[in-house]
């Protein structure tokens, strides 16, 4: 057994719904959340929801996988500034044309890997590109 | 004021070792050093529940050699080394331990590329980037790619770091890679997260290092002190290293003669570079008017995981005792510069010969 539900279910808002962390003291905003922070030190925080939107800085294709993950590999990676003004590396998944400087992108929810063809899956946070955001 | 020499220092080949555990390394390594019996023992090692399924890896070792007294790992991922230095100079500057036993080891030699990527991506926070499946590899390459933006240079840029690398690692009998290449070898190989190519990274592998560090009570063949011991932390960042900035601010009036740093990719070097002042987005243009790293670096010596920053330091003092065999520097004053894989945690030592 790879996938253990204790640590994904402790995950789940950051893997599933990318909550962040807002420090009632200094303003300070970062992701995954945490009970402190990291800028003042202060323990009151609280958690706020991003949009899960933003803009695709740069990207990379990576060649290199980690056991479990051979079938997405190889893979994108994108640098993303989020609306909210965070930086975040995540992968990005549904590329099917050229990918331009600044293209938007928006969360999916995306299966990252399994144990076995039939055993427990963990599931996470994909990024892919928005053609229209208005429509 | 207690002043933190090196009393000797000793290393193997960084190089895959099959039919030789953690232990035995650190055993090859401890018995070509000129030692005395030291007051504590501390072991700079990253990765060894994953590597060798070990814990308890500190008092092992230590009762492998014999010694019962004080002895803890010190486990800051690929900058173990460097916190590891900081702990054993403060023990010895505070008055109360007069030696230090440093060890730094690493078993990163037996195992499949795949499976080395599961064990350094644990330097990923947990909650996101771990989980996500991302290894280190493309934080690097999106660095390289930020900085060829920004400074309108293009891959040919960073082909200067390796070929230097091998160059000086050619002459290193502890350097893993030991040979040299040409520029068509860099340009032609394999892409691992583009543009990062494979000798834009460096190779991980095993080793086994120990420097005996003392108070000045201790009277050395060759004395070479330890001036200070600075340190930071930073999130990551694609343009710079604001740990290393930080870390360095202590030193920068310090002029030192030559410096071994952590270039774990060629994009790191040139980072790390630039936050001590050479001019950004040149660095890299300027290797032959600096005397770096010539061990090779971790691009040629090698990339023993934790034990990488003793590796630097033990070289350092065989650059200032005159014992090391590769290409010399010239000067009386170093500088380390030991940094996890991505320039987050940094640490600066400076030597000094007297």
Redesign the interface.
């Known amino acids: 057994m790879k996938v253990f539900p204790a640590?994904?279910w402790r995950?789940k808002e950051?893997?599933y719904s990318l909550i962040a962390g807002k420090c009632n003291k200094c303003e300070n905003l970062f992701?995954?959340y945490r009970e402190v922070c990291n800028k003042c030190g202060s323990t009151s925080i609280s958690k706020v929801k991003l949009s899960g939107r933003g803009t695709l800085?740069?990207?990379?294709?990576?060649?290199?996988?980690?056991?479990?993950?051979?079938k997405?590999t190889p893979e994108y990676?994108g640098?993303i500034r989020l609306d909210e003004g965070i930086e975040?590396?995540?992968?990005l998944t549904d590329v099917t044309g050229e990918i331009k400087d600044n293209s938007r992108v928006e969360a999916v929810i995306r299966r990252?890997?399994a144990d076995s063809s039939n055993g427990l899956i963990?599931y996470?946070?994909?990024f892919r590109l928005v053609e229209d955001e208005n429509r | 004021m207690t002043e933190v020499l090196i009393y000797d220092a000793s290393m193997i080949k960084v190089d895959r070792y099959y039919d030789k555990n953690l232990v035995d390394l650190v055993a090859e390594s401890v018995s070509k050093l000129n030692s005395i019996k030291p007051d504590a023992i501390i072991l700079a090692n990253a990765y060894s529940e994953t590597t060798v399924n070990q814990v308890l890896l500190a008092s092992k070792i230590s009762n492998m050699l014999g010694f019962s007294g004080f002895t803890s790992r010190i486990e800051n991922g690929d900058a173990s080394g460097g916190a590891a230095i900081q702990t054993a100079y403060y023990m010895i500057k505070s008055g109360l331990v007069k030696s230090i036993l440093l060890i730094g080891v690493e078993k990163m030699g037996d195992f499949p590329t795949s499976y080395l990527n599961e064990i350094t991506a644990e330097n990923l926070d947990e909650k996101f980037g771990y989980r996500e499946g991302l290894t280190l590899q493309p934080f690097a390459a999106l660095q390289m790619k930020q900085y060829m933006k920004t400074y309108g240079v293009n891959y040919d840029y960073f082909t200067q770091w390796p070929l230097v690398m091998h160059k000086y690692g050619s002459e290193n009998p502890y350097a893993y890679l030991k040979f040299q290449v040409d520029k068509k070898t860099v340009e032609q190989s394999q892409i691992i997260s583009d543009p990062l190519r494979l000798f834009d990274t460096s190779p991980r592998a095993d080793g086994a290092t120990a420097v005996l560090l003392t108070s000045d009570e201790f009277k050395p063949e060759v004395k070479v002190k330890i001036e200070g011991v600075s340190s930071s932390i930073s999130e990551f960042s694609t343009l710079s290293m604001p740990a290393v900035k930080q870390a360095y601010s202590t030193f920068r009036e310090y002029k030192a003669d030559f410096m071994e740093i952590h270039d774990s990719y060629s994009i790191n070097a040139a980072l790390i570079l630039e936050e001590m002042g050479l001019e950004k987005g040149k660095s890299l243009n300027m290797l032959d008017s600096i005397q770096v790293n010539y061990s090779g670096g971790l691009k040629s010596r090698g990339y023993p995981g934790g034990a990488t920053g003793v590796y630097q330091l033990a070289e350092a003092f065989m650059q200032l005792a005159g014992t090391f065999p590769g290409k010399r520097a010239q000067g009386e004053k170093g500088l380390v510069i030991s940094t996890d894989d991505l320039g987050t945690s940094a640490y600066v030592i400076g030597l000094r010969r007297c």
């Open positions: 640590q994904i995950n950051s893997l992701f995954p800085i740069s990207y990379t294709m990576s060649y290199q996988n980690r056991p479990g993950f051979e997405t990676i640098l975040i590396v995540a992968p990252l890997k963990e996470g946070i994909k």
